[in-house]
């Protein structure tokens, strides 16, 4: 059994603190800049409490999860106040493992899962991939045994790997997301039902997903049917902003195709 802590109380943690504290990581301590955030996280674990301040120098817990945004890192490992010998990660995507340097630890990591988290929908951690960072073998031992408790994928990986990982995932996960929303604005704009589109979202992702994106890319601009890439910019022609993202992704996936 190794005691946790966890700092912040978002997405990744609301389902994080939860799943190590099933598996012999039983997280002892949230701490929130939002108390009230902290309290619900803590009713989702068994025997934590809220730490109402940065000062763990009483804690028994072995490891300690900055679960904030990208941002806040920094300011937390400058403030952290850490027992002697404890573990310190991260779980960004894109902070180097530096950004803790401040915390006066010698045992720093990241923990990563490469997720989407929405507090209102439940995560299987098996199926999640976690990338561990360490220049502590000993630390990474740690990590990598606290991971495999949850997920049956998991890897070790640099700060400039994780980093190109996460810049990969915006663009598979958060971009592609916001291209849904931005149909779905235009169906409500012209009094259509977005859940027709749904068969055409499910079976695009599943074909990229089987036979790999660039074999699975059909449309007017991998066609090269121009005229009917000119009347979707002139139907564009009153948001030019929606204009300007059309013809710059059907300009890239040209281009790609020619080569």
Request: aromatic residues 6%.
């Amino acid at each position: 059994m190794i005691r946790t802590t966890f700092i912040g109380s978002g997405n990744l943690a609301w389902h994080l603190a939860p799943a190590l504290d099933n598996v012999g990581y039983p997280v002892r301590e949230v701490y929130s800049q939002n108390p009230k955030h902290a309290a619900a996280l803590v009713g989702r674990l068994y025997e934590a409490h809220v730490n109402i301040s940065l000062d763990f120098s009483a804690s028994h817990s072995k490891i300690f999860v900055i679960c904030v945004s990208d941002d806040a890192i920094q300011e937390v490992a400058q403030k952290i106040i850490l027992p002697d010998d404890a573990i310190v990660v991260h779980t960004s995507g894109s902070q180097p493992l530096s950004v803790l340097d401040d915390s006066g630890s010698q045992n720093m990591g990241v923990f990563y899962p490469l997720q989407t988290f929405s507090k209102a929908k439940k995560v299987d951690f098996k199926t999640v991939p976690i990338f561990v960072e360490s220049e502590n073998s000993d630390v990474e031992k740690v990590l990598m045994k606290m991971a495999k408790a949850i997920s049956g994928n998991v890897k070790r990986i640099n700060s400039e790997g994780r980093k190109a990982l996460h810049i990969a995932a915006v663009f598979a996960s958060n971009f592609s997301n916001h291209m849904l929303t931005i149909a779905k604005e235009i169906t409500k704009q012209n009094d259509l039902d977005f859940n027709v589109l749904k068969p055409l979202i499910a079976e695009t992702l599943n074909k990229s997903l089987e036979i790999g994106p660039e074999k699975a890319q059909t449309g007017p601009a991998v066609r090269g049917d121009f005229e009917i890439l000119e009347r979707h910019m002139q139907f564009l022609a009153e948001n030019p902003e929606l204009a300007e993202i059309y013809k710059i992704i059907s300009q890239h996936i040209i281009d790609s195709s020619d080569q």
